[in-house]
C-alpha cells in the first residue's frame, strides 16, 4: 500500500518506519504524501494510542529529497515546503502521542520531523543537522521555528548558520533530544516508553498534548486557561471516573478511551 513506508500496529502501538534506504529515506512528494496518508490511517485507528516513528537503514531521514528540489522555481518551491509543513503540522497536532526513534541521520528535513513529534530518543548514532543553508535553502519544514523554540534562539542560529551537524550525545546536551541509547536498544527504549502512556488514560493524555502545544505559544495566563478547560473536561471522562476509583479500590485500572 505504501512504497516508502512501512506501518506496522502492534498491541496499540503504531510504528511507522522511513523506508527509502536508497535514498537514506529523503523526502520525496510520493513520500510525504504516504506520510499524510499514514498520519490519517493511525490517527483514525482507535486501536492506535501511541506512535513511534523511525527510520530503515543508516538514516532516520536525511532530508527532503535534494534531487526532487533542484529544479524547482519558486512557485514549486514554495508548494513543495507547504505541503511538508502542512504534514509536520497534522503530525504535531495529532492527537496521539508520537515518539521518534532516530536511529541514524536526521538532516534538514529529517531533524525537522523528528521535532515535529512529541518526544525524541536517539541511538547513539544519530546525527543531528539544518545543512539547508549550505544548498542555498532555509529549513522548510518548520525548522526555524521549532529548533528555537526547542533549543533556545541563539544555538538554533548557530545550528542553523553554521549547518553543523551534531552527535547525538550533543543534540541530548541542549535539549534537542530526550534521552541516547544504544542502537541495538533503541527500539525497545521507544516501546517501553510508548507502553507507558499507553497504560494511562489515552483521552489525558491527548488533553495534556493539547494543552502543552496551545500553552508554549501563549502567555502564562492563556496557558493556564488551556490547562483549566482541559482539567475540567477529564471530569466528563468515564476514565476519570475508572482511573480514581481503582485507584482507591487498589486495582488495576482499566482505561477504556471514553
Ligand atoms: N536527497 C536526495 N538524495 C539523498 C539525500 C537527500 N537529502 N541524502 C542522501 N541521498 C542519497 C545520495 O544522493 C546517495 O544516492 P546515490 O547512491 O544514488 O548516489 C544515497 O542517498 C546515499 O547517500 P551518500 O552516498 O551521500 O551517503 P553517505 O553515508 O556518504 O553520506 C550524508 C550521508 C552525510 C547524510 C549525505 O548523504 C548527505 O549529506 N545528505 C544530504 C543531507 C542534507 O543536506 N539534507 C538536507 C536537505 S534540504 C532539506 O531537508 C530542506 C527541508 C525543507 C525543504 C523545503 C522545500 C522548499
Do not use: H, W
Amino acid at each position: 500500500m505504501y512504497e516508502n513506508i512501512k506501518l506496522s500496529i502492534e498491541s496499540g502501538i503504531a510504528t511507522i518506519t522511513m523506508d527509502r534506504p536508497q535514498a537514506l529515506n529523503a523526502l520525496n512528494s510520493q513520500t510525504l504524501k504516504e506520510l499524510n496518508n499514514v498520519i490519517d490511517e493511525v490517527q483514525g485507528n482507535d486501536d492506535v494510542r501511541v506512535v513511534i516513528i523511525t527510520g530503515n537503514g543508516k538514516s532516520f531521514v536525511a532530508g527532503a529529497d535534494i534531487s526532487e528540489m533542484k529544479d524547482l522555481n519558486s512557485i514549486q518551491g514554495r508548494k513543495f515546503g507547504l505541503l511538508g509543513n502542512k504534514i509536520f503540522r497534522r503530525l504535531e497536532l495529532m492527537e496521539k502521542p508520537v515518539i521518534a526513534a532516530v536511529n541514524g541521520f536526521a538532516l534538514g528535513g529529517g531533524c525537522e520531523l523528528s521535532m515535529a513529534c512529541d518526544i525524541r530518543i536517539a541511538s547513539s548514532k544519530a546525527k543531528f543537522g539544518q545543512p539547508e543553508v549550505s544548498l542555498g535553502i532555509t529549513p522548510g519544514f518548520g525548522g526555524t521555528q521549532r529548533l528555537a523554540r526547542l533549543v533556545g534562539v541563539g544555538k538554533a542560529k548557530e545550528l542553523i548558520f553554521t549547518g553543523d551537524i551534531i552527535r547525538a550525545d550533543e543534540a541530548l546536551r541542549i535539549g534537542l533530544v530526550n534521552s541516547v541509547v544504544e542502537p541495538e536498544e533503541l527500539m525497545n527504549v521507544a516501546k517501553d516508553m510508548a507502553e507507558k502512556i499507553k497504560n494511562n488514560a489515552p483521552i489525558a493524555v491527548a488533553y495534556s498534548k493539547v494543552a502543552i502545544n496551545r500553552g508554549v505559544e501563549v502567555d502564562i495566563e492563556t496557558g493556564l486557561m488551556y490547562e483549566g478547560e482541559v482539567f475540567g473536561s477529564c471530569f466528563s471522562t468515564e476514565d476519570q471516573e475508572e482511573g480514581m476509583s481503582a485507584f482507591l479500590e487498589k486495582r488495576e485500572k482499566s482505561f477504556k478511551n471514553r
